[in-house]
């Protein structure tokens, strides 16, 4: 049976939700500035998979992948229902949608940014252009600054 399909969600609803703290942001990138746990997260966003289905590929103690796995689930990121074993492990996507909301506003900011240098750029260049377009079409005397001249 497959997991329904996520939807971006607000940043209204992340507040209300309490997933927009200060701290839950700081806490998921931090989770992920491992390199191990994005990769276990690559792996999750294919499907849910078990403790020992997410430590084949790495050559560690399952005790170091259950840390990993508990950094994940204390940001957020991943959860395990409660259970016998063995349990799947679900990627959260709250916590994307938390960190895709705080990316895109600053992108947005940067993007409104550069096409407004965009604009006076070319506007610069547009008044560089008339300038030299002006400039050609001076009458100038004939030999006027050449060495040869008068």
């Not at 992920?32 to 084949?56: F, N």
């Not at 909301?101 to 006076?120: G, H």
């Amino acid at each position: 049976m497959g997991r329904p399909r996520s939807r971006v969600v607000s940043t209204k609803e992340l507040k209300r939700g309490g997933w927009m703290t200060p701290d839950a942001l700081s806490r998921v990138f931090a989770a992920l500035a491992d390199p191990t746990r994005r990769d276990m997260v690559a792996r999750l966003s294919e499907g849910d998979a078990t403790v020992s289905q997410l430590a084949e590929p790495y050559r560690m103690s399952l005790q170091a992948v259950y840390k990993h796995l508990r950094v994940l689930e204390e940001a957020g990121i991943v959860s395990r229902p409660p259970g016998p074993q063995p349990r799947s492990v679900r990627l959260e996507i709250q916590a994307l949608d938390l960190m895709d909301t705080w990316i895109e506003r600053y992108r947005s900011r940067a993007e409104q940014r550069y096409r407004r240098l965009d604009a006076v750029l070319a506007a610069m260049n547009g008044d560089e252009h008339e300038q030299d377009h002006r400039d050609g079409h001076r009458s100038r005397p004939e030999g006027a600054g050449h060495p040869d001249g008068p």
